[in-house]
């Protein structure tokens, strides 16, 4: 098949997944708009302006390994069940760390053998991502009119169109996996459902096979809002979860301990502000918009925290997950590039989408079901009723 052909292929199926995901919840124009724009820039840019300078290191050896796992014949099913199968995936990877070669290499049989593969499977997970957040976002107390404006922002927010769009790496698939590791284990606790639990087993599984600490912070997450509720029985568990956490952190990853003092002072910042705008190294260029779109919309996101504070003990965790992943990625300067900030930007567009709608006062803020309400508590943090949602949540 002509490149181009598969191409405009690959972008075809990747639209009518985005259209069949998401029609439902977003009606059918404004879905057809939000995934004819998404598939549209990779294929343009493959198509006309593909030129090898936009990379990211990473993305290379990806292609490369996936590539080559097609070419020995691995099975994607057998190379995740069978334990000496993965053993050899291990091996030829080098790392325990697999799971994104797999994603290639599933990316390769349905696209064929080209770099943008994987990148329209990125694409086709970023709508799954954005279907989950809004679900999220009802989940955490927000108005369903506020979630489907969110869902779309999501699908066209910078950061998200930008490394989704032109570059292979896996971080897309991280913050997918990571809203539905918050939303399942949110669905765990409040309403005690076995499914979403043994689901937020599995996505932790996943994680093991992708970036292992995710879990872990999330945990400690959690245990840092568990143990602010006094009628919780299980806080001093998660307290000493969160605890042996810490320490496994502070023992299995090295940090240069002369950089601590100044991860103190530069830490926050360089992760919070990197990359800057005018400073781009070429292949990172694809980030200026996406960079400028942050730096404008940060003073007002982090105003934006009080109010998503405020509604729900869920919002509380997704608000503690940024501040653990943030004060976590401060201390390891290794990690404090844009790629690992990438990974929370669902919260920062959740922030920046309740500032601009106060900034244009949009009307997104119409009463929750009452039977979303009973589940995630009201606004007021010292109602009667959102003390009763917290009791029942952690345990009475």
């Known amino acids: 098949m002509h490149e181009i052909d598969a191409l405009l292929w690959a972008a075809l199926y990747t639209f009518l997944f985005g259209f069949l995901l998401l029609h439902r919840q977003l009606g059918v124009i404004p879905t057809t708009l939000l995934c004819a724009l998404r598939v549209a820039i990779p294929c343009i840019y493959f198509g006309y302006y593909f030129d090898w300078i936009w990379h990211a290191g990473d993305d290379l050896r990806y292609e490369e390994i996936g590539q080559l796992l097609r070419a020995r014949g691995f099975e994607p099913l057998s190379m995740l069940i069978d334990p000496d199968e993965r053993q050899a995936f291990i091996d030829i990877v080098g790392s325990g760390h697999f799971l994104y070669y797999w994603w290639n290499d599933i990316a390769y049989r349905i696209f064929g053998d080209h770099y943008y593969a994987p990148i329209f499977l990125n694409i086709g997970c970023s709508f799954v991502g954005a279907l989950l957040l809004g679900r999220l976002a009802v989940y955490i107390g927000m108005a369903p009119k506020f979630a489907k404006g969110l869902t779309c922002f999501f699908l066209i927010h910078p950061e998200v169109t930008a490394w989704s769009s032109f570059v292979n790496l896996k971080d897309t698939l991280v913050l997918t996996l990571t809203i539905a590791l918050l939303l399942s284990t949110l669905k765990a606790i409040q309403e ?20 292992f600490y995710v879990p872990f912070l999330a945990l400690t997450a959690l245990a840092l809002l568990s143990i602010a509720y006094r009628h919780n029985r299980y806080r001093y568990v998660l307290f000493f979860a969160a605890v042996i956490t810490l320490s496994y952190f502070a023992t299995s990853i090295s940090v240069d301990p002369e950089y601590l003092d100044e ?60 501040v653990t992943l943030v004060v976590f990625y401060a201390c390891i300067p290794e990690l404090q590039g844009p790629r690992h900030r990438y990974q929370l930007s669902f919260i920062f567009a959740l922030l ?45």
């Open 352 to 396: 920046q989408f309740e500032a601009l709608c106060r900034f244009l006062r949009l009307d997104v803020t119409s009463p929750v079901p009452k039977h979303s309400a009973s589940r995630q508590g009201p606004t007021a943090p010292d109602s009667m009723s959102e003390k009763r949602v917290a009791h029942g949540t952690f345990g009475t």
């Open 192 to 211: 005690r459902s076995v499914f979403a639990f043994a689901a937020a087993i599995g996505v932790s599984i996943l994680f093991s096979w992708l970036r």
């Open 263 to 322: 991860a103190q002072t530069f830490g926050l910042i360089r992760f919070l502000l990197t990359p800057q705008p005018w400073s781009l190294q070429p292949e990172y260029s694809f980030l200026v918009l996406a960079a400028s779109f942050h730096w404008i919309m940060l003073i007002p996101a982090l105003m934006m925290i009080p109010s998503i504070w405020k509604r729900s003990i869920g919002s509380r965790l997704v608000i503690l997950y940024l």
